[in-house]
């Protein structure tokens, strides 16, 4: 089993550009989440979902997009990225809300 | 809004020192995760903690929850290269509504 899977692990994109980060899970989790880290300031929520077809906002969800129409995965939409947004990105999964998190490997961005 | 403050955010000891983590609360949690995070990987689960007053151990690593389930502690004895790290809390809220929050992270260098 490949766990947690996150694409790409590294990405250079100007201000404006859009992308999406992608997040895969082979394990049957119905929750995903995706979170940022940046120095100093531990893991901030960007949005969850509980379920294919539910999501919800986190702490700092301005900018980002998420859906989810499979079990499976649950891709992160940047529409217009901007320097602010660089970070390190992790996709989480569990059995549950509240329950242990499952981490992929993360995606570095940065905006220029 | 919850927040949960970890403390000391770095720690640079000599190996076979001891050390203690904290994490502080004004917030009720009615659970929190230990987890430690290597670079470049994302952040693993060592502990959950549930019940006030809950004391768990793992090898040299032990684990406290405050009586009042608003602060806990991480405790390593004889601490060893292997033990560096970036050490995370998480506090689940007491309505289970998936929104895990994180402490900065507390930054740990074991030097041999």
């Known amino acids: 089993n490949a766990g947690v899977t996150q694409t790409p692990k590294f990405q250079v994109l100007k201000t404006g550009q859009s992308m999406t980060l992608q997040c895969a899970q082979d394990?049957?989790?119905?929750?995903m989440s995706w979170y940022r880290q940046d120095p100093g300031m531990g893991l901030r929520l960007i949005h969850y979902?509980?379920?294919?077809?539910?999501?919800d906002q986190g702490e700092v969800p301005n900018g980002y997009n998420v859906s989810r129409s499979t079990t499976e995965d649950f891709p992160l939409r940047l529409l217009s990225a901007a320097p602010s947004q660089t970070s390190v990105y992790f996709c989480?999964?569990?059995?549950?809300?509240?329950?242990?998190?499952?981490f992929g490997s993360g995606t570095q961005l940065s905006v220029l | 809004t919850q927040l949960l403050e970890q403390s000391p955010q770095f720690l640079s000891i000599q190996e076979g020192e001891n050390l203690t983590v904290y994490c502080n609360s004004s917030?009720?949690?009615?659970?929190l995760q230990w987890y430690r995070q290597e670079p470049g990987e994302g952040p693993v689960l060592l502990v959950t903690?549930?019940?006030?007053?809950e004391v768990k151990k793992l090898k040299r690593l032990t684990f406290q929850f405050g009586d009042a389930r608003k602060d806990s502690s991480l405790h390593i004895t004889a601490a060893q290269p292997g033990d560096t790290g970036l050490y995370l809390c998480?506090?689940?809220?007491?309505?289970?509504?998936?929104?895990?929050?994180f402490g900065q992270g507390t930054t740990l260098q074991v030097k041999p």
């Open positions: 989480a999964t569990s059995i549950g809300p509240d329950e242990k998190l499952f």
């Open positions: 394990m049957n989790h119905e929750y």
């Open positions: 979902s509980v379920g294919a077809g539910i999501t």
């Open positions: 917030s009720v949690f009615s659970s």
């Open positions: 903690v549930v019940t006030g007053g």
């Open positions: 998480a506090g689940a809220g007491s309505s289970n509504t998936g929104k895990l929050i």
